[in-house]
């Protein structure tokens, strides 16, 4: 492998876990945004979504659907896993979240630390301490081009990932409910005269993060082959990271940011010592957090308020 | 006198332990414009903001026509069919004045009323259709305020309540507004509308009610307010 | 007025169950319905128990709901004053050992280790109202500092104290310096960073930590060896402190140094000033408090009590590894310290009884240890915010925006 090649594969691997970084960092960034606090259950949510696909992907296989059915096994996999995160940080939501809206920030910031804690938990009781193996289903064959290569497997996660930013971006610019819910970010008393259903709008938003970041983690399944209980934590920190290097609040900022902490891990990775390399991460939250805390794409709405 | 679209009975609002309605008692007649005045603090804005239960009046009763609305949530309220242009026009600064308008209409469903609706105020401040595609936060002071009028008319309510109309604007545009508020009234819109200005309140008005910490101390025709001794005294600048 | 309450817990306990479903293992072969069926009945049982308790003492109160269950609790156990509280506690704090096993006195270290630690991350969270959640890095600083010192120049326990103490600060400023000004949430985002690269570090720079095999072989500290029987008999002698009670007098020692200090300050100036920058700060600058330092000095001086920790927990185990330092051990005095209550002393001294010491009871619950802290700190806040054991100034606080809470909504 020369020069170029090994470059163009970084960038491959680059843009790849900056999309899976992006997907995490968009329900940060969505939750943020409409109350203003930092979901710590997400990652915890992420994992969930990364069970629910091997459960659900193993079963498949073993019952032969998937050599029969590829494409629709897939569906169902991711299917089942969102919706089913969804419903679990619904629950979060009305259970860790609703009873704390008019509380101070701190118990609020501690109530969902402490259902991450719960979750997190919950999953090693439930799913063991060691790793779980996810199904290969896509094999290695792939594209080659210049030396680098790409898998079918990773064409379609990329895919995938970037219809799901599309429809997202879509569904918040353009539909009645996604301007409801960028309404009640930026003033839930007005809105809330305007008929707006507050709670509702709350709630779509916890279906939405979390539902893309269980797709993100059966990504990081298939890709990795491995899912494990405290899988959450490392990337909350840096799609967290990711959120606020694009500016928190904004969903554009939250795919740029994604891609640039995936790129710079990547990179690091490739070319310094790689057991360094989430200290850069966070190195960089705390440049960004220090010196422009709205982020790249931010306003400063959400930083005068925090 | 036409029926009251909205009655107050004996409300009072709380800030934390800031007793700042105490019992506040008013009737707007349907149809009517009606105006309450009274200095800066008086509890004029708190007055609107309680109809909306923003905060939820801890004592006393509300009717809107004819039904009690105190125990229901804002949303509620909101579907009820009353409005507000609040204090601090309150407009969704990173959303364009389309969007605003849109969400002035989230209540509704009916989308060719909609569309007629949104000629009808882009008729009436024809600056917002030039701005349609411009996010709230960057009009100007005046444009946000017919922005904010426009917003709450988008979902053709019965009752319109106003916060300052004319608070921070020129001259000359607060009497384009007040020109447009009665033609919005025309059409059928019982307004209430809270001011400093008096002046130009009482003019434009029917009713008048006169506010000082927290009570309602005058009421009476806008016209014969006008003339009144004490009113011209403390509120309209004149010895 | 109880059927509503009842709906509204009924609502609960669904979303609760959905919540618990991760805990069923299914499909694996681990799968046990009884497990999360369980916890769901403690925590509805609970929160039915808190309702019961609240309409049963209505008549008496005569409002419209009284004080629920965990009200009553907080409130028998904040009846007593202060200093008798205190001082009974370290009257049975010093028998304690006359009665127990070794086991048991282990137990009492860690649970004295965990009260040092929750006193620092007290002055942090507690008192200036900065959510740190990288407290842990400190304790890991005192613990390597200790041991470096000791293994490379053989320096004794009570000279590193103040080398430890210094370092420890120094951190505390380093990182407390560029989180000066943010607020809230980033805040804790930040602080869990950099206790993080702490540890990546520790894992890493293997030359002088030697990475994730850990340092060992410390010295015991020196000072008055107490044996209370077994082989070594009865004695009291000038040496290194070789027997699990002597350690246990030592910790003893610095975690009485440690709640003195903290009360000290919390009744001085400062805490007064820290207080002012929880409540308002902006406020607070404009009244003159010079915010920047005083929110230094909070992370110093929780950083100093912390490594202090740290190094008598070196010195005792006689090793330390980068895993001592994890994420979850924030947590845990996190929790400590909100049970407690935020900014109240003898409530975080009764927390970390009640949060180290009973699950060491309970071995069989170990795997549900965790779980039960995360599931305490969202309940506490839920219910009783203010911990079991309010400081007296918090607990107004709170309450007052509960009250115009209520307006709003």
Redesign the interface.
Known sequence: MDNTAFILQQCINAIFLGSIYALIALGYTMVYGIIELINFAHGELFTAGAFIGVIVLTALQSAGFVESHFVLSLIITFGLAMAYVAVLGVSVEHVAYKPLRNSSRLSALLSALGMSIFLSNGMMLAQGVSDRAYPDVFGISGLEFLGARITYGQIFILLLAFALMVALQLFVQKTKLGKAMRATAQNKPMSRMLGINVDRTIRTTFIIGPGLGAAAGVMVGLQYGAVRFDMGFIFMIKAFAAAILGGIGSIPGAMLGGLIIGGVEVMWAAFLPSAWKDVTTFTILILVLYFKPSGLLGTNVSEAKV | MAEPILEMRDVHTYYGNIHALKGISCTVAQGDIVCLIGANGAGKSTTLMTIFAQPRARKGQIFFKGEPIHKLTTEQIAARGVAQSPEGRQIFPRMTVMENLEMGAYMRNDKEGILKDLDYVFDLFPVLKDRRNQTGGTLSGGEQQMLAIARAMMSKPDLLLLDEPSLGLAPKLVERIFETIIAINKEGTTIFLVEQNAHIALTNSHTGYVMETGQIVLEDQAQKLLTNEEVRKAYLGED | MLAKELKKIA??AI??A???????????P?F?PN??LIVLGILVGLLVLNLVVKFVRKDKEGAAAGPGLVELVSRRLGRYPKWLTLGGLVLLAALFPLAANNYMIDVGITCLIYVCLGMGLNIV?GLC?L?D?GFIAFYAVGAYTYSLLNLTFGLNFWACLPIGIALGMTVGCIIGY??L??????L???T???G??IR??L??WTELTSGPNGLFGQAPPPGINVSLGGDDGFGIALGQLTTLPSMYYLILFLAIITIVGVSRLNDSRIGRAWIAIREDETAAELSGVPTTWIKLLAYALGAAFASVAGGFFAAKLSYTNPNFFL??ES?IV??IV?LGG?GSIPGIIVAAIVLIAVPEVFRELE??R??A??????????IK?EGLIPAARRRRE?H??????????
Do not use: H, W
Request: hydrophobic content about 55%.
């Open positions: 609502v609960y979303f609760l959905i919540l618990l479903v991760p805990m069923l293992g299914f499909p694996t681990q046990q497990r999360p969270v109202g959510l959640l560029p989180t000004k943010m607020r809230g949430d980033y804790a985002i930040v869990m960073g950099f993080e690269i990546i570090v894992n890493n994420f979850m947590c996190l929790c909100v935020v795997n549900y965790m779980l802290f995360g599931a305490i700190m969202t309940i506490m806040m839920i915010p709170l007052e925006a509960e009250l115009s809470a209520q307006e709003e909504d």
